[in-house]
Every structure is written in C-alpha cells, then in structure tokens.
C-alpha cells in the first residue's frame, strides 16, 4: 500500500521583521470559514528543504514548473457531508482538484490545530479515534512537542476496496525562522518553519495482512496573517511490507506545493491565465481546456477562426476553483484559431492548432 492521501493533506495544509523572531497565534493561523488559498505543485527537480537556523533566508523565487493547481476552500460544519465519521471537527476544507474533491476534517482551537480525518471516497479515506495535533500554540522558534495517533483507513486494491489501521508517532519542532522568498517576486518576513516527522505503519487485510511502514518529513513555512502553508516540502519513505517484506526503504516520494499569493476575491482572467492549459496543442479529436478561477465569475469560452469570426460558444458559466472543459473538435475544419476567453470585463485568447 502505498501512502499518497495523508501526505497530501498535509501538503495543503495550513510579518514582524527579518531581524525579530515570530511568535504566531491560533488567531494568527487557525482557518477562517471561506478562507480560500491556491496551491501550486511543482516540479521537484533541484529542490530541497534547506537547512533551519534564527533569521534564515530560504530563497525558492526559481521554482517555476508548475506541475499542477490546487485551490482549498475553508467550509462551515453545518450541512458537511460525511460529518458524523469525524466526531470533535470544529472546521472542515474542501480541496478542488481537476477530476474530484477531498473533504479534510480539523479541530481547532486557542492552543492546537488538529487533523481529524479526510474524506476522498468511500475506498479512500482516513478516521482519526486519535487524532493528529499538526501546530501548539503560540508557536515560536525552538518549541517542540511529540504526538501519537491512530485511526482506520479506507484503501483500494486491484479495484477492490478495503478498511484497515493506521497508528504512528510524530515529533513535531520549530526548526528555523527568518525571510521566505517565493516566486513571483514575493518575499515574507517573520516567517516560522515547521518540521514534522511522522513514522506510521498501516495495515490491511487483503489476501493476507499487509503491513507498510512509512516515515513522512514534511517542512512547512507559516506567517501570522496568512491561514495556511505559504511553502510545503515533504519527504515520504516506505520502509516496509508488501511486497518486499520488512527492510528496506523501496518507495521514496518528494513534494514541493508552494502558496499562489493573489486576492482570491478578485476573479479575474489575468488570474485565470496563470494556469491555463490547452492540451493537446496540435489537438485532432479533442481539446482539453484547464484553467483555474478564484472566484465564482462567469467565464464565457468560445472558438474563433483567424478572421476573428466565432465558431462556437464552448462553455458559459459560472466558475470557481479548477476547470477541465472537453471539446470536441472531429467537426472542424483544420487550420489555426484562437480559444477566446471572456468575464465582465476583460478577454484572454490563445491559439490552437486543430489537424
């Protein structure tokens, strides 16, 4: 088995001066209901945590490659599908990817941020009986504490879902504090650093009882204000079990997810040309249009030829979050034309090549 979901969670997570150190509060960090944050994952190539320490520059502004876009939307209780698996949630998120949705559950309060649990399907999924304290509070420079936790866990295998265990350790320390450059020009000042190390084994019974050990070293950059993880960086080893057996470490995954730092309340297309994607480009049979919209704008798409005639209206319609809209193009001519986008008040077009 392998331990993509938790990892995950934890990747989208959640300035006094470069000569001060930080202290940050539950005020300071704790999400707030309709909190919305965009996540960029990247290409890991070259990347690593770099080293803790007082009034450190952690310099990341080359990290270009986005890999993919994630936008979490922080969600009210009430009406929260799924709600009585995760008894003591006080607050819940909702992370929009391309082709569904995860619900995380968390606890939240004055003196900790807890994770209680998420919800992807039926198959996939984690139920804290003892949850998984993730910050204390106030945090400062240096303070450390240790934590266990246990729950269930849904998993799929060859198509066929199953429940089994999850139980672990963490240790969780302050490691560094100072400035954190990202890119796009954006510096933070007052910034905390957060090392988790979480060893955990899960088990299942399948054919027989499959047992997996992990270790998961996830670093995370936080700033009072700011309700979530401005940088990610996690480190997962699989250290045992199916279907090598004990020893060994045989499955090593890095990830790098850093904060789009833009007003989430402003919808704009130039926030929407960011991200978007036209795939295949020379397209045959069927073009794919990505994009991510930060609010819930009415974004019209349609096709226009190089006269600047349109040909088709392709989509309109409210959006908010990640989009992925197919069009079929068998019928068209070939040649060159352009996907035109539009809102209220601006227009974004890009070419596309239909063979």
């Given at each position: 088995m392998?331990?993509?979901?938790?990892?995950?969670l934890?990747?989208?997570?959640?300035?006094?001066?470069?000569?001060a150190?930080?202290?940050?509060?539950a005020?300071?960090?704790?999400?707030?209901?309709?909190?919305?944050?965009?996540?960029?994952?990247?290409?890991?190539?070259?990347?690593?945590a770099?080293?803790?320490?007082?009034?450190?520059?952690?310099?990341?502004?080359?990290?270009?490659?986005?890999?993919?876009?994630?936008?979490?939307?922080?969600?009210?209780?009430?009406?929260?599908?799924?709600?009585?698996?995760f008894?003591?949630?006080?607050?819940?998120?909702?992370?929009l990817?391309?082709?569904?949705?995860?619900?995380?559950?968390f606890?939240?309060?004055?003196?900790?941020?807890?994770?209680?649990?998420?919800?992807?399907?039926?198959?996939?999924n984690?139920?804290?009986?003892?949850?998984?304290?993730q910050?204390?509070?106030?945090?400062?420079?240096?303070?450390?504490?240790?934590?266990?936790y246990?729950?269930?866990?849904?998993?799929?295998y060859?198509?066929?879902?199953?429940?089994?265990?999850?139980a672990?350790?963490s240790?969780?320390v302050?490691?560094?504090?100072?400035?954190?450059?990202?890119?796009?020009?954006?510096?933070?000042?007052?910034?905390?650093?957060?090392?988790?190390?979480?060893?955990?084994?899960?088990?299942?019974?399948?054919?027989?009882?499959?047992?997996?050990g992990?270790?998961?070293n996830?670093?995370?950059?936080?700033?009072a204000?700011?309700?979530?993880?401005?940088?990610?960086i996690?480190?997962?080893?699989?250290?045992?079990?199916?279907?090598?057996?004990?020893?060994?470490?045989?499955?090593?995954?890095?990830?790098?997810a850093?904060?789009q730092?833009y007003?989430?309340s402003?919808?704009?297309i130039?926030?929407?040309?960011?991200?978007?994607?036209?795939?295949?480009?020379p397209?045959?049979?069927?073009l794919?249009?990505?994009?991510?919209?930060?609010?819930?704008?009415?974004?019209?798409?349609?096709?226009?030829?190089?006269?600047?005639?349109e040909?088709?209206?392709?989509?309109?319609a409210?959006?908010?979050?990640?989009?992925l809209?197919?069009?079929?193009?068998?019928?068209?001519a070939k040649?060159?034309?352009?996907?035109?986008?539009?809102?209220?008040?601006?227009?974004?077009?890009?070419?596309v090549?239909?063979?």
């Amino acid at each position: 088995m392998k331990k993509h979901f938790l990892a995950a969670l934890l990747l989208t997570g959640y300035s006094l001066s470069s000569h001060a150190q930080a202290v940050i509060s539950a005020t300071d960090l704790n999400p707030v209901i309709n909190d919305a944050f965009v996540s960029n994952t990247c290409d890991t190539t070259g990347v690593s945590a770099m080293a803790g320490g007082a009034n450190v520059t952690w310099d990341f502004s080359s990290i270009l490659h986005m890999t993919s876009r994630d936008t979490v939307v922080s969600i009210t209780t009430t009406g929260c599908p799924h709600l009585s698996m995760f008894p003591g949630t006080t607050i819940a998120s909702k992370t929009l990817s391309i082709t569904d949705t995860t619900l995380n559950y968390f606890i939240a309060s004055g003196t900790a941020f807890t994770q209680n649990g998420y919800y992807h399907s039926s198959t996939q999924n984690v139920t804290f009986t003892d949850p998984l304290d993730q910050i204390h509070y106030p945090m400062h420079y240096l303070d450390s504490f240790n934590d266990s936790y246990a729950g269930s866990i849904g998993v799929t295998y060859l198509g066929t879902g199953f429940t089994g265990s999850q139980a672990g350790t963490s240790h969780v320390v302050v490691d560094g504090w100072g400035t954190l450059k990202l890119p796009g020009g954006v510096v933070d000042t007052g910034v905390l650093r957060e090392h988790m190390k979480q060893n955990f084994i899960d088990s299942s019974y399948i054919v027989s009882t499959v047992v997996a050990g992990f270790e998961l070293n996830t670093y995370l950059w936080y700033k009072a204000g700011y309700h979530s993880a401005l940088l990610t960086i996690s480190y997962l080893d699989q250290k045992s079990g199916f279907p090598l057996g004990a020893g060994g470490t045989y499955l090593h995954e890095t990830t790098v997810a850093y904060a789009q730092k833009y007003p989430l309340s402003i919808g704009s297309i130039s926030d929407i040309e960011n991200s978007l994607r036209l795939f295949p480009n020379p397209v045959k049979n069927e073009l794919n249009i990505q994009f991510s919209a930060l609010s819930n704008d009415n974004i019209r798409i349609s096709l226009v030829d190089i006269m600047g005639r349109e040909v088709a209206e392709i989509s309109n319609a409210t959006a908010n979050g990640t989009q992925l809209i197919k069009y079929n193009t068998t019928s068209l001519a070939k040649g060159i034309y352009m996907i035109r986008l539009q809102s209220a008040n601006e227009t974004l077009t890009r070419k596309v090549v239909i063979e």
